[in-house]
């Protein structure tokens, strides 16, 4: 069995443990199933003894804090990986989530000569200076993002939205795979629901400054004005409240429901409550919730970022960054056009059919096979034409 070794500043703790991030988490699950996997994260915070299990995969958390500076974190993966290739003979370093465990993985796969492929998820490609947000709003930053996306064996990309930003920054290769990390279709899928009042507006995401719930309440006010309908806001609030503020200043408070945090298996009843995704984040290399929504069957609309990018304009209403008249005249004309409305959900919800979790699971299957394959062929010829240095 191949012996892959994944890299990830964190998110691979089970429900409750911690950070979860169930895209990698069940990822790292499944493909731990075909192949000999050990998970290394840096320790969780405030977790004594985090799991340490990821399905059959073996989960070793890092003593690095995750607070602890770059430079402390890239040299605690760096030589974890030095030292335990002794044992254990990776073929291939999967490194993802950030440049701390990217940078690990690509220079570790230059010292040990075995492969290293990167995903890259989101903030690598961002540059939101306002709030901090984005390895490109720094130039040292950026170079060394351009560095791994370079340097790596094999690079992948969310969606054909942030392959194209890479393209636009100046980063080229014709070898970029586009796997989306998408749903598991037993938990998100689609179910029969009457487009009338009152329309139900869905938004899955943490309250935060990145994510732009201020154009999304402004947006829905307006849309409130032509319609019955009601908006429900589902994830963690980051903003102590201040959103809810806003809405009563828009006087939609009594239309607005903040459920909170809710734990991805239990999404799908969100999911199937609603009519439309209301997406207005500033940026997204995809999107979870945007892919979700599609297994759903729900009509997507929102900033063109990420998936919505994808879709639109066929699959899914796009338009620009906090531009919320648009946004809110778009949908009002879609909810009285019941035949694009079905259309458009037609689109993204055939999108959602073929690209489930077990299609990830399938795309990482062939690149971690092509590239261990390689690696192997590659060691076989050293071995052929210089023997006595193996």
């Known amino acids: 069995m191949n012996r892959i070794a994944i890299i990830v500043p964190g998110g691979a703790a089970e429900y409750g443990k911690g950070i979860h991030i169930p895209a990698v988490y069940d990822l790292v699950s499944r493909l731990s199933e075909q192949f000999e996997i050990t998970l290394y994260s840096l320790s969780v915070p405030g977790v004594k003894q985090p799991s340490l299990s990821c399905g059959k995969a073996r989960v070793r958390y890092l003593r690095t804090h995750t607070k602890s500076a770059f430079v402390v974190k890239f040299l605690s993966f760096l030589s974890v990986l030095l030292r335990d290739f002794r044992t254990e003979q990776f073929q291939l370093l999967h490194g993802m989530l950030g ?23 989101g903030g690598e490609t961002a540059n939101i200076p306002q709030f901090q947000y984005g390895s490109l709003r720094h130039p040292l930053l950026k170079k060394l993002t351009f560095w791994i996306g370079g340097s790596a064996s094999s690079l992948v ?50 309250v935060h400054e990145l994510k732009d719930q201020i154009t999304l309440l402004k947006a829905f006010s307006i849309i409130r004005k032509e319609f019955e309908c009601k908006l429900r806001i589902v994830g963690l609030d980051y903003l102590n409240g201040r959103l809810r503020g806003i809405a009563e200043q828009l006087d939609i408070s009594d239309s607005v429901e903040f459920v909170g945090y809710v734990e991805n298996k239990a999404l799908g009843a969100h999911f199937n409550w609603g009519h439309v995704l209301l997406h207005t984040s500033l940026y997204e290399a ?88 390689k690696h192997l062929q590659e060691k076989h010829n050293r071995a052929v034409v210089h023997p006595f240095l193996f």
């Open 157 to 206: 990309v969310l969606s054909k939205f942030q392959e194209a930003r890479l393209k636009q920054l100046g980063l080229f290769r014709n070898d970029v795979h586009i796997i989306p990390n998408c749903p598991d279709s037993l938990t998100f899928h689609p179910k029969v629901k009457l487009l009338k009042e009152p329309f139900h507006f869905l938004h899955v995401a943490n």
């Open 286 to 373: 995809q999107s979870v919730a945007v892919a979700e929504a599609a297994a759903c069957g729900l009509a997507i609309a929102g900033t063109k970022v990420g998936l919505i990018s994808d879709f639109s304009p066929t699959g899914a209403i796009g338009v620009d960054v906090g531009d919320h008249e648009r946004l809110a005249r778009e949908v009002i004309h879609l909810l009285k056009d019941p035949v694009r409305f079905d259309g458009l959900r037609a689109e993204s919800l055939e999108w959602a059919k073929i690209h489930n979790l077990e299609w990830t699971v399938g795309q990482y299957t062939a690149l971690y096979q092509k590239l261990v394959g």
């Open 99 to 121: 440049w701390p465990a990217e940078a690990a993985v690509v220079l570790a796969s230059r010292l040990l000569r075995i492969p290293s492929l990167i995903t890259l998820h």
